[in-house]
């Protein structure tokens, strides 16, 4: 993962979690529901970024698989 991704989501789930316990604290439940769904996003934000770093990596197996193949 990138550090412009892992920067990314890691905003997103302590920004989520902060308005999220703000809202438990005051009552809010919109806010509340804000929070956690922001703490959603963050968390598949990572997950994707997860799974973009294994697609170029089994791209790069390949590239260096079809080179040694042609050698």
Do not use: P
């Amino acid at each position: 993962m990138s550090l412009d991704d892992k920067i990314d989501s890691t905003k997103d789930k302590v920004s989520g979690k902060a308005k999220e316990v703000e809202g438990k604290v005051t009552g809010d439940k919109a806010r509340e529901a804000q929070g956690k769904a922001e703490g959603l996003l963050g968390k598949a934000k990572e997950k994707i970024a997860d799974a973009k770093d294994a697609v170029e990596d089994a791209v790069d197996d390949v590239k260096k698989k079809i080179d040694h193949d042609d050698k």
